[in-house]
């Protein structure tokens, strides 16, 4: 489950983000496909870089005065199983800056939304 945070950085400058980005763990759980969806090549790698990906887009989308804003919240599908199924997670998106002026950007699930039964 560990993801090295060179990787993210990695992925999200690919991306188009300059800041450093840490996803936590209880995201990174979440994220993290079952050995089914695996062996179908579901990749916790490939959610990670979609992820950053809908991110930048988001932040990119806002006028110049909305670009200062501090939090974003992004509605990400990703498939779960054992029964392959999808499930919609809110992502909360913090973008802060450290004593040093550097921004940083944090990644947190915020909330799940239930399939209907």
Known sequence: MNQSRDMIDEKAEQAGIAEPVVVDEALLKSLTPNEYLKSLGVTLDKRIENLLWLFNATRIEKTEHEQSKTVYKLPFVILTGP???????????????????????????????????
């Open 83 to 117: 029964f392959v199924r999808e499930d919609l997670i809110v992502i909360r998106a913090k973008v802060e800056t450290d004593t040093n002026g550097q921004r940083n950007i944090t990644l947190q699930e915020d909330v799940k939304i239930p399939e209907e039964e």
